[in-house]
T-cell receptor, first 114, second 118 residues
Framework: DAGVIQSPRHEVTEMGQEVTLRCKPI?????LFWYRQTMMRGLELLIY????????DSGMPEDRFSAKMPNASFSTLKIQPSEPRDSAVYFC????????????FGPGTRLTVL | AQTVTQSQPEMSVQEAETVTLSCTYD???????LFWYKQPPSRQMILVIR??????QNATENRFSVNFQKAAKSFSLKISDSQLGDAAMYFC???????????????FGTGTRLQVTL
């Protein structure tokens, strides 16, 4: 079991550029979560998918952020245009089903926007 | 909305000793789940232990145990026989028992950085 896979592990970009973060959940898991971790705000949920459908995106900070899950094995989080305050570690997590308690986290993507 | 509070930004423990990390939470729900996650320097979030609110018995996983006080809304983590590999950030998290919408998310505390000294 490879666990949740995220790419890239590190991303450095300049303000105004588009950034795409990728996540491959654990096979068979049908719930997927995107979290953001910053020193100021800690770990926050951005968006949650169940069976590829976005269930709750109330944590997405603004329209510059968008997330998709075109199939059960892939999700993207896109920031366009990026800003320095978007610098953070972005985690993807998956869960076997809605009734399961544990979320399995990926290694995270450290994003730096200059 | 639920909130999770970890009042100890940093803690230190000597190897082989015992340390307790504090966590309190605020909720109006009667059924929920509580978790402790460990985040080592690698950034990986690792589940340490979980507790179902309906269970009176405190959860235990090897050297890790919790003291769950439902009435006081307190959920502390005790690490016995501390090891150098226990050094990490520890996050307390809450999840509603409900399976709908925002209830599925984890609400995290701000974390406690644990140092383990020789």
């Amino acid at each position: 079991d490879a666990g949740v896979i995220q790419s890239p592990r590190h991303e450095v970009t300049e303000m105004g550029q588009e950034v795409t973060l990728r996540c491959k959940p654990i096979s068979g898991h049908n719930s997927l979560f995107w979290y953001r971790q910053t020193m100021m705000r800690g770990l926050e949920l951005l968006i949650y998918f169940n069976n590829n459908v976005p269930i709750d995106d109330s944590g997405m900070p603004e329209d510059r952020f968008s997330a998709k899950m075109p199939n059960a094995s892939f999700s993207t989080l896109k920031i366009q245009p990026s800003e320095p305050r978007d610098s953070a570690v972005y985690f993807c997590a998956s869960r076997p089903g809605r009734t399961y308690n544990e979320q399995f986290f990926g290694p995270g993507t450290r994003l730096t926007v200059l | 909305a639920q909130t999770v509070t970890q009042s100890q930004p940093e803690m230190s423990v000597q190897e082989a000793e015992t340390v307790t990390l504090s966590c309190t939470y605020d909720t109006s729900e009667s059924d929920y789940y509580l978790f402790w996650y460990k985040q080592p320097p690698s950034r990986q979030m690792i589940l340490v232990i979980r507790q179902e609110a309906y269970k009176q018995q405190n959860a235990t996983e090897n050297r890790f145990s919790v003291n769950f006080q439902k009435a006081a809304k307190s959920f502390s983590l005790k690490i016995s026989d501390s090891q150098l590999g226990d050094a990490a950030m520890y996050f307390c998290a809450y999840r509603s028992e409900s399976y709908t919408g925002t209830a599925s998310k984890l609400t995290f505390g701000t974390g406690t950085r644990l140092q383990v000294t020789l």
